[in-house]
């Protein structure tokens, strides 16, 4: 098991910047996929990034070429840049670790896209 916590949501411009963390409870070398994921009310919670022990990344189609992921395994924490952000990327933001039976998440952190 690992817990995970998220921050850095918040209220941000059509436009703007933020930067999400989640930090770990253990090594990231142990935890083959980390993962950022969304949910907005009513809908189901849908896949935004993932990044591997190797560093290999996946993005959904409506992250790409605007966010990034990226981990340090010295911090035991993994990162969401998010650029050029839209009213529809407002949603409840979490943290997912996959490793075998492995599959814990965080509590969330809210994040706002609004003028």
């Known amino acids: 098991q690992v817990q995970l916590v998220e921050s850095g949501g918040g209220l941000v411009q059509p436009g703007g910047s933020l930067r999400l963390s989640c930090a770990a409870s253990?090594?990231?070398?142990?935890?083959?996929?980390m993962g950022w994921y969304r949910q907005t009310p009513g809908k189901q919670r849908e896949l935004v990034a993932t990044?591997?022990?190797?560093?290999?990344?996946d993005y959904a189609d409506s992250a790409k070429g605007r966010f990034t992921i990226s981990r340090d395994f010295a911090k035991n924490t993994v990162y969401l840049q998010m650029n050029s952000l839209k009213p529809e990327d407002t949603a409840v933001y979490y943290c997912n670790a996959r490793s075998g039976l492995l599959n814990d998440w965080g509590q969330g952190t809210q994040v706002t896209v609004s003028s």
């Open positions: 253990r090594s990231l070398v142990s935890i083959a996929v």
């Open positions: 990044i591997t022990t190797t560093g290999r990344t």
